[in-house]
Structures are given as structure tokens and as C-alpha cells.
């Protein structure tokens, strides 16, 4: 596979949801996994147009294999600018931080990342089965979202400013220890 073709596949397709990357980021890997020895590179000139064509090696499968039986953590991370706009919130305006809940619990509420999954249209189509897994996850994440800003924005309704005092924040802290408590273990 050319190294512009595993580009748009991982821009576009599931592995852009877990990590997302620049596309120069994807370049700059595949690289790297050459001088690591997991991958080669040839000339394809069957296009007309010389194109560098990337093959994994065993190296590169075993390397891979072992990454993927490697221990789970746990740790999740997100990397998700929409809501960083809402851990900032504090710079915004009471109305403005409203109104950034408001969109994210319409985006959110919609479901899934991709409507194209829903109609069957995958970039690795050999892997449809786990994107169909994938999506229902990201479905419920979505709609976890969603519910999550409407209920933050419930509280941020009661509050006169974005600035809090400490007792303001002490009595935040209190609804947040509440709100824990109540989800189901």
C-alpha cells in the first residue's frame, strides 16, 4: 500500500477516532517504521507515476502481534477539541458556554460519528464487522454525551456567572460528588 493510500485509510476510517493524527504524523510513521525494520519500500512505477509501496514485514507483523496482546491499561483518553471548549468554559460567557452545551447535546444526540457506517460504507471494508462494534460504541458515547452537557447545562443555568467564588466552586464540588454517587456501579 502507498503511503498516501494508508493515509487517507487511517483519516478516514476507524482508526482516525482512536488516533487521530495529522496526515504529515502518518507520513512521518510510516518512515519510521522502515528504519525499525517492520516495514519496506519499493517503487511502483505501474501507475505511470513512480509512488513508494509500503509492506509490513515479519519483523513488523510480530512487533505489531505482540503490541496487540500487550496488558490493557485502562486509562482513557480523549481527544475531543468540542469538549476542551467546555473545560475552558470559564472564559466564556454564561450564555456563550450555554449555547456550546446546547450545540454539543444536538450534535451528540444525533448518534454515531459516521452516518456513512450506517449505510455500509467503511474505508477498510475487510474490518466492517469491527466498525459495526465501533459504531455502536461511538453511537453510545455520543448519546452519553449528549445527556451529559444537558445535565451540565442544567446546573451552569443556576449559576449567575462562568466565575465562580470558592464557596460557589465548594458547592459545585458538592453536586459533582452527588452526581457520582448516583450513576449505577
Do not use: C, N
Not at 88 to 100: A, I, Q
Amino acid at each position: 500500500m502507498s503511503a498516501s493510500e494508508l493515509v487517507e485509510r487511517m483519516s478516514t476510517g476507524t482508526p482516525s477516532y482512536f488516533l487521530p493524527r495529522a496526515k504529515s504524523g502518518t507520513y512521518a510513521e510510516v518512515k519510521s517504521l522502515v528504519d525499525l525494520g517492520y516495514a519496506t519500500v519499493a517503487e511502483d512505477r505501474s501507475t505511470g507515476r513512480g509512488r513508494a509501496v509500503y509492506t509490513l514485514t515479519d519483523q513488523g507483523r510480530e512487533a505489531f502481534q505482540e503490541w496487540l496482546t500487550e496488558p490493557i491499561d485502562g486509562t482513557l483518553r480523549l481527544i475531543y477539541p468540542d469538549l476542551l471548549k467546555i473545560a475552558f468554559g470559564h472564559e466564556l460567557t454564561k450564555s456563550e458556554l450555554r449555547r456550546r452545551l446546547a450545540e454539543l447535546t444536538e450534535v451528540m444526540g444525533r448518534g454515531g460519528p459516521h452516518p456513512e457506517w450506517l449505510r455500509g460504507q467503511y474505508a477498510f471494508p475487510e474490518r466492517s464487522h469491527y466498525t459495526i462494534a465501533i459504531t455502536l460504541l461511538f453511537t453510545r458515547l455520543g448519546r452519553t454525551i449528549a445527556e451529559w452537557a444537558e445535565e451540565v447545562d442544567g446546573e451552569v443555568a443556576t449559576w449567575r456567572t462562568t466565575k465562580l467564588s470558592p464557596a460557589a466552586v465548594e458547592a459545585r464540588e458538592r453536586w459533582l460528588a452527588a452526581a457520582v454517587e448516583a450513576l449505577p456501579s
